[in-house]
């Protein structure tokens, strides 16, 4: 039954709801190089569900797809240098891990507030963070301009993570380790139980659609 799916409409379709979810998060970012705490916080609250949405609509873009790699070259050439500022953002295909030992890290102290052993002068205390603080905010652009250009050509996106493949039964086949999936098992990143905002619904109904993906690929052996 889910080979019958139309899986290019459903993928479509939720491609669609995140443009618009996307261009909101521009407009909140705005075109300062600078943003409030309070501004920061808001935009990556949506844009980690968001981005874990649209590695969902690229793993269901790609359940058919085969490469054939090139053969691995024993001595490499050397990349071409370049500045973070002069390559392009890229979209992360894959989720992040979980920490398998998760523990909580309290905020470094400052330190003794002692100058001189004669002379006794307590140090200025650091400033609580404000909701008014300024942050850079390049990181979070490039992310979102990588977003838009992954959201502007999945079908390319869907040959990056079939090389991905390629490159994991490449290392599987030689007895090395490499993750089984691009997508982990159990709630996808940025997901909120009983979640109702738009971006909470959107990747709801995106991890259902590669979890059912998932599940004839296994279904069929793959």
């Not at 501004?39 to 058919?64: H, Y």
């Not at 990349?79 to 973070?84: M, Q």
């Not at 869907?158 to 490159?167: E, G, N, Q």
């Amino acid at each position: 039954i889910l080979r019958h799916w139309n899986w290019d409409e459903m993928v479509e379709a939720n491609r669609v709801r995140l443009i618009g979810l996307l261009a909101g998060l521009f407009v909140l970012l705005g075109s300062g190089d600078r943003v409030t705490r309070v501004v920061w916080r808001q935009v990556l609250a949506r844009l980690v569900p968001m981005e874990s949405a649209l590695r969902r609509l690229i793993f269901v873009m790609a359940r058919d797809l085969t490469v054939t790699l090139p053969p691995v070259q024993a001595f490499p050439g050397m990349l071409p240098k370049g500045t973070g500022a002069e390559r392009k953002p890229v979209f992360r295909l894959t989720d992040q891990m979980r920490d398998p030992d998760p523990k909580r890290r309290s905020a470094p102290g400052i330190g003794p507030r002692v100058l001189y052993l004669d002379e006794w002068r307590p140090l200025a205390k650091n400033s609580a963070p404000t909701d008014d603080d300024l942050i850079d905010s390049a990181a979070l652009r490039r992310r979102l301009a990588a977003m838009k250009a992954a959201l502007d050509d999945l079908p390319g996106q869907a040959m990056r993570l079939a090389r991905w493949y390629a490159r994991r039964d490449r290392k599987q086949a030689t007895g090395s380790h490499s993750r089984e999936y691009p997508i982990r098992s159990g709630r996808a990143p940025g997901h909120r139980k009983g979640g109702k905002r738009d971006v909470d619904e959107l990747l709801a109904a995106c991890q259902e659609l590669a979890l059912r993906c998932r599940a004839m690929a296994e279904a069929e052996g793959r």
